[in-house]
């Protein structure tokens, strides 16, 4: 006897929306950006509340203004084109960029909701620089850029298009690495995966611990296998 199990319309919602992944089906999402375009798709996902079915339906899931946005420092969708300088220990590049010209830096007091340790930092012309997020990018890549959440200190923003892609970038091996979050680091070679999790380490002792350079120790190198794909190692 067949048992079939009961599925939720969220559950059949995000299976819809990652077959249309997988398949490159042509939705709204995908006649907006070219089929090379990143584009993160696991927030329009999570915040859809109609089942997916026509074009427009999908439109108004990706333009829609959330009621909690905050419009400090940049609107809803404002498109910046940007250079990232480093990862976070999450795998989220951080780009810095001067605060548009009526904004000052006093409102950055206005929230506290989601602090971070990336403070507002000035560049040599002594102009504020604001912090924004980005996913599967790669350290001094030149990328196009989406905002769509403000926080106390920095921004997030969807990745529309590497305009300067790193020599150290690949193909992910999974289709689905873009998305799902699981594999932050898929279109990084190995070798360079390596040295960003020694630098991370070096990092945290220094800015987090206080430990001076010179005299601490230097991280050892990342130890890695030579099985680099279909294993996950968890501590």
């Not at 996913?135 to 850029?145: A, C, G, L, S």
């Not at 020694?198 to 991280?219: A, H």
Request: glycine share 4%; proline share 6%.
């Amino acid at each position: 006897m067949m048992i079939i199990m009961p599925m939720t319309t969220t559950f059949l919602r995000r299976m819809v929306m990652l077959s249309a992944v997988r398949n490159r089906l042509s939705t709204t999402a995908f006649l907006m950006y070219p089929v090379n375009t990143i584009h993160s798709y696991s927030r329009v996902m999570s915040s859809s509340t109609s089942t997916v079915g026509s074009e427009e339906e999908v439109a108004v899931v990706v333009n829609k203004i959330p009621k909690k946005f905050k419009p400090y420092p940049f609107q809803y969708h404002t498109e910046l084109t940007v250079t990232v300088e480093s990862l976070t220990n999450l795998g989220f590049g951080i780009a810095r960029v001067p605060l548009p010209n009526n904004i000052t830096n006093n409102n950055t007091n206005q929230d506290n909701d989601n602090n971070t340790n990336e403070e507002v930092s000035k560049n040599n012309n002594n102009k504020p620089l604001w912090v924004i997020f980005i996913p599967n990018v790669i350290p001094d890549e030149t990328v196009r850029i989406r905002i769509y959440r403000n926080h106390a200190t920095y921004s997030d923003a969807d990745l529309l298009e590497i305009v300067t892609p790193s020599p150290h970038r690949i193909e992910p091996k999974c289709d689905l690495a873009n998305v799902c979050g699981g594999c932050q680091y898929q279109h990084v070679t190995i070798e360079r995966q390596r040295q960003f999790k020694t630098e991370q380490v070096q990092d945290l002792f220094e800015r987090v611990g206080g430990l001076d350079r010179e005299s601490f120790p230097k991280v050892l190198d990342t130890i890695g296998t030579d099985e680099v794909y279909e294993y996950r190692g968890k501590m």
